[in-house]
């Protein structure tokens, strides 16, 4: 069988597939004879080294070196030997080294669309240009070639010199490790133990022990000069400082907005229609089966008047979109949403732009405010069980406290020590010391009766006269009816103290003396009937001052000044005049339940604590409403008191801590007391949901008393 020969080859081709396959001698040749001459040339050379390799086999054609596989096909579908030619040509094709397969192009790593409006595409080691392969395929031949060529799949186009390369095995693995997002070297570990640098372990020796350099504690000679420079240009004044900015005033025409040309009179207040809301789930036509009625809820739902339906409509499932019909209400719910655009009034508000700064009130510092207690000083211990109430003397040096444990105990302040222990048989409710220093007497409340006890401290001619007074007493001739009953104390009642013992019928909850010391008052519980009374204790004569019970009563008060009683109930707190015998006032102290109350020294001022952790501050001139509300304990306030001397005043809770603050009362009716929180005072341990039961000033030191429910009396100084 004859082997086809080049020319006969490339004569059969058409003239588009041979400017199409001819690779780019055809394009870049001077003239055909030239041409002619180096496809000689070639042939000679291929038949020489088939010659060499496989002098048995038949050689394929030399002219589809360029890598045309088109041309290839060609010749193999002339020739009858397919498979076999096929199999040689491949090896050939493979083995192939001809420096004319190695088209370089020498333009660089430039943008190649450079070249896009020229037919070259660069130009190769000998200077001459390369052309780019002209493409004549249209869609047919395309899919004929992906259809018919095995190799289609790995074949890819050289963009610097145009050519079609067909991607070798190592390749196409590499391309595929790349799309899988793995490294492209196989052998590459990103998991290899890191090697340890620097050991984790103290070493005694340092890793560099270079001696620091001299630079590092001498200060720069470089600095030091520019500085000096641009001192010297300060001063020479070549560098001006920055100029303030002088603010000029700004004036704004108040008539802008009726003239219509102007910037402000252009701008209209336009205020946006509200949008509808957004359609939920109950609107779909194919709603969750929660959003459905039942039929007693749809019964109900027709019985309701329109206005007060959570949903203007039924909801209905329908199985699909087309079959849901058109919905009845559309008009009459356009023709509403009309009405409220253009009926409705829409109302611009104004937003005003404020500093949280600027609505905290600026307060002094606490240590510009001093003296006030701030440490714990002293622990009066003694009593197995919590300390209801204490009393400090008017000179101070005497302190007395009650507790459950049925005892009242009398100590002496600088020492804390023990000085009498009164057995009263019961729970002690209230003491309270005579606020006049010339009387000796202290108030005991237990149970039913208040006593009378003249502890015997201080100085002989004090108690002496103390016991003249209460002695000097004579029975009237007639009786007259009291509310309670005055009993003088027996032999052995006398020997412990107790002067005198008014029965009262009622457990009593509370006493208090008024500032001159000859008249007091108890509180007793008794809902619905008698629960204040009023005792003079020279006359041993006592009365009820109301008629009917003003409710609740938790606590009284005498007004230091003024002949004012203030009774607290269970919200609110009147005030008394005993003299025109009236309600001068009521306080509301928006609180939940009032547990105590105090005074203020100077008369105008009262602070209530309350079960519900509030302390309320009252100005009497001012409001009946709390002038100001503190929330600063966290749980029920049990006691309140105010210092006789210094602006101060503090609050016992339970949390178990004791506040003290700053309340400064001035003398202009104009200007606002000025309260300040100082100090949270802690010691005292809560017990059985209880801490501290009562707080007590010291009459003339900035020195604060509590009595707790952990059995002990502590002083703050």
Known sequence: MEQPSPSGGSEELSESEESVYSGLEDSGSDSESSGNDEEEEEQEEEEEEDEEEAPGSPSAPRTQAKGAPGKRKALEDDSPLEGKQDLVVHDEYEEDSSDEEDIRNTVGNIPMEWYQDFPHIGYDLDGKKIYKPLRS???????????????????????????????????????????????????????????????????IHPVTNRPADKRSFIPSLVEKEKVSKLVHAIKMGWIQPRKPRESSPTFYDLWAREDPDSVLGRHK???????????????????????????????????????????????????SLRAVPAYPRFI????????????????????????????IPKLPRPRDLQPFPT??????????????????????????SGSDDGTVRFWEVSSARCLRTLPVGSVVKSVAWNPNPSICLVAVA????????????????????????LDSWQAPEEERPQPVRWEPAGAEERARGIRLMVQHGKPVTQVTWHGKGDYWASVVRNPGGRQVLIHQSSRRWSQDPFRRSPGMIQCVRFHPLRPYFLVASQRSVRVYNLLRQELAKKLQSN????????????????????????????????????????????????????????????SGSDDGSVIVCHGMVYNDLLQNALLVPLKVLKGHAPTLDLGVLDVAFHPQQPWIFSSGADGTVRLYT
């Open 591 to 650: 609180c939940q339940w009032i547990s105590s109350m105090a005074v203020h020294p100077g008369g105008d001022n009262v602070i209530c604590g309350s079960y519900d952790s509030k302390l309320a501050w009252f100005d009497l001139d001012l409001s009946t409403r709390p002038y100001r509300l503190l929330r600063h304990h966290g749980r029920a306030v049990r006691s309140v008191a105010f210092h006789r001397r210094y602006p101060l005043f503090a």
């Open 375 to 400: 440490t714990q000083a002293l622990i009066y211990r003694g009593h197995s069980s919590l300390v209801r109430t204490i009393s400090v003397s008017p000179s101070g040096q005497w302190l007395v």
């Open 269 to 319: 207040m336009h205020v946006p229609a509200p949008k509808m809301p957004l359609p939920g789930h109950a609107e779909s036509y194919n709603p969750p089966p929660e959003f459905l009625l039942s039929p007693e809820e749809e019964l109900a739902w027709q019985q309701q008047e329109p206005s007060e339906r959570r949903l203007a409509f039924l909801p209905r499932r329908f199985p």
């Open 332 to 359: 009459h719910e356009r023709f509403e949403r009309c009405l409220d655009l253009y009926l409705c009034p829409r109302q611009r508000k104004m937003r005003v732009n404020v500093d949280p700064e600027d609505l």
């Open 137 to 203: 395929k249209d869609e047919l031949d395309l899919f004929l070639e992906k259809m018919e060529n095995p190799e289609y799949w790995r074949t890819v186009q050289d963009r610097q010199t145009g050519a079609e390369l067909c991607l070798s095995e190592e390749q196409l693995e590499l391309v595929q490790r790349l799309q899988r997002g793995h490294f492209g070297d196989v052998n590459f570990d990103p998991y290899e133990p890191s090697v340890d640098f620097f050991t984790h372990e103290v070493r």
């Open 446 to 469: 237990v149970d039913e009766q208040v006593l009378l006890v003249n502890p015997g401290l201080g100085d002989r001619l004090l108690v002496s006269g103390t016991d003249q007074l």
